[in-house]
RNA sequence: GGGGAGGUAGCGAAGUGGCUAAACGCGGCAGACUGUAAAUCUGCUCCCUCAGGGUUCGGCGGUUCGAAACCGUCCCUCCCCA
């Protein structure tokens, strides 16, 4: 059977054993380890895809649950699928609606056969279940799809954590055997367990023997404390094969991507660059700041002098000040713009330091000269 | 000249006898944000030696146990007619 996606390792770094690679796709290859920007519905936020080509994003996200109440799964389907829908005519990725049990607990029931929603549109009944989901991301047509599943909270009992994780693995499956498409896209498996080391490894242990084309690791970054986020992805990389792309989800801060690394991470998304972003935070080579504050009002200099974007090479801070503060759109552009270009240059900068065996040395310069704070951005 | 409306914290605007240092919005000052219900959300925003105290609602005077609110007077804005 013809593959969707191949992955190819590149390099593994003496000192860290971390590792780059190329992800073949039908929409072309991508270096990994690699910052993936979110597009939940068919857009990164304020960004044209000219500018996410500039940019150097390699995979864009878009989001199952939220094309699936709008427009529909059947109109991105006649569109041609969600790329020529958008326009973007590199790799996509889409997400399962899994991150949505999650976020839309308050309006949302689980069960065996799948999850009813209560419409964030119009409150109308919806259930989406492991099939629905691949049906819909098979209309929508991204090069890689994810498995449905429940990304549970952080703290989370044993018995809930296991009980849903088994679930998670029979929505796996049923969701491989729902697949239409399995030659032209690819679909990953999901790591779940919460922050218990035999579940994660159970879990690992179970989506490997499914054979799924990439593996992720799910449930972190909800609420949980670095270190435990470290050790839930620490067990569930143990099991997965070096060979097949590991991607680890809703994951963004500096810190946490250079660790992802260090674990072989292969791929990261986040929501974080663009949301912070058009909240005015900004991430610069010196650390974080906020471009709302006064002091900004008057500073005649880029935002961040060693950064090669299209904001830093020919915008100030006092504009940048002056754009938030009257809450214009193009202010939210250039610093989602910068936002973005910063995380993707540090990737290229970490395979660069992976490639010349020296990814521990770059990793601490950047953790310390950046002087990120606990967050990490 | 005649008639009418009104002056409340940086701005706009509620409040028309005690529950009011005074709603709400804007502005300002901070904080949060990790597979996006997020151009969102939270806190603070008269002064001070700040679990307390001080001084306020155009000015002055009065009524009252008590006034931003009631009365008198003065000042100032805006609208209509001439």
Redesign the pocket.
Known sequence: MKKPLTFEITHVCKQSGARTGILHTPHGDVETPMFM?????AT???LSPEELYALGAGVV??????LWLRPGEKIVRQAGGVQKFMNYNGPM?T??????????A??RKIEEEGVTF?S??NGDKLFMSPEVSIQVQNAIGADIM???????PYPASYEYAKKSMERTLRWAKRGKEANQNPETQALFG?V?GGDYQDLRYACAKELVDMDFDGY?I??????ED?ET?LRMVGWSVDHLPLEKPRYL?????V???LEAISYQIDM?????????A????LMTSHG?I?I????Y?DDFTPLDEACDCYCCKNYTRAYLNHLF?????FG?RLM?IHNIRFLIRLMEQARKAIKEDRFNDFKNDVLTNMKF?????
């Open positions: 920007p979110v597009g939940t519905q990164v936020k304020f996200l878009a989001n199952t649950y939220h990725l997400d399962s609606g899994g991150f949505q049990v999650f976020s839309l308050d309006t209560k964030t549109l994810m498995s449905f599943d429940e990304c549970i999901i779940q992720a799910g449930g972190t970054s909800v609420g670095k986020m989800m809703g994951v963004g801060a810190n946490d991507l990261c998304d986040c929501v974080l660059p663009t949301r912070i058009r909240h005015g935070t974080r906020n709302r504050k006064a002091i009002k503060r009257c809450n214009e759109g939210m989602s704070d606990e967050r990490g951005f």
